[in-house]
């Protein structure tokens, strides 16, 4: 499934709801004030439940943000971790420097190309980001690929300087990508995204009741009300997947890019 086609029809779903809802509450004011005479008292329940938004929104705004930054700086460890890596290698003899600083190269440019080929989106499981297995199993071959060959390269019968600090590094460059792809899958629990749905929906039905208290009907409000929270929702959605959304961080991937570039 597209994840912007998702995106757009939750929002929109969520608009659409919320207009409905926004008409329906100010119906059920209209027929509360013809009874009464007022609709005035309920300020603190509907004070209680916008605050209940505001503060849910702001702290899924807050987190994702905080995910969204973590995903760039994790994507500047790999490089820096990579060409580290690199560089210990070459403390090796001749005879093995080179074939081993090449494995590198070559799972370096597959991490790249892993980032850059086209992956789907799953709703129904927690929200995955669908990758393409093979990209990710010649990712892994070329890993193990050059552990093997590091590990062969230090005998334990024949102790080499080079193999404390090359096998060091190159344990950090593989954590760190295992770390990236355990941050891809960092998200809200789906029941936070349930509440700001409903709570939403919910508001926009006392938000028409309070509309009652006033003569005329005002689309100008409630098309705002409606849109403001909708494009609110698109935007902690858009930016908990930011290589599927609008807001991405794909920028930050030149410095794996230039760290591969620098490879000689």
Not at 37 to 59: H, P, Y
Not at 161 to 175: I, K, S
Request: hydrophobic residues 50%; contains cysteine.
């Amino acid at each position: 499934m597209s994840f912007e086609l998702f995106a757009i029809a939750v929002a929109a779903a969520f608009f659409s709801g919320s207009l409905i809802l926004l008409n329906y509450g100010r119906f059920l004011g209209l027929r509360y004030l013809k009874r009464k005479g007022s609709i005035a008292g309920f300020a603190a329940t509907e004070g209680a439940v916008f605050g209940l938004i505001g503060l849910l929104l702001a702290f899924t705004i807050s987190g994702a943000l905080q995910r969204w930054d973590d995903r760039r700086q994790l994507v500047v460890q790999e490089a820096n971790a990579v060409a580290t890596a690199y560089d210990r290698l070459a403390l090796f003899e001749a005879a093995v420097a080179p074939d081993l600083q090449d494995k590198l190269k070559n799972y370096v440019l597959a991490r790249i190309e892993f980032y850059r080929t086209p992956h789907d989106f799953s709703p129904w499981k927690d929200s995955e980001e669908i990758w393409s297995s093979v990209q990710k199993d010649k990712t892994d071959a070329l890993r193990d690929e050059i552990w093997d060959a590091a590990v062969a390269a230090c005998p334990s019968t024949n102790f080499r300087p080079a193999c404390l600090p090359a096998l060091t590094a190159l344990n950090n460059a593989f954590e760190v990508a295992r770390l990236r792809l355990g941050a891809l899958e960092r998200h809200p629990p789906q029941v936070i995204y349930a509440m700001l749905f409903g709570l939403g929906l919910g508001g926009s039905l006392l938000a028409g009741f309070g509309m009652a208290a006033a003569t005329v009907r005002s689309w100008v409000h409630m098309i705002s009300f409606a849109g403001a929270l909708a494009v609110a929702l698109y935007a902690v959605t858009d930016v908990e997947f930011p290589r599927l959304g609008l807001v991405r961080v794909d920028s930050s991937d030149h410095f794996l890019v230039d760290a591969y570039s620098h490879m000689r």
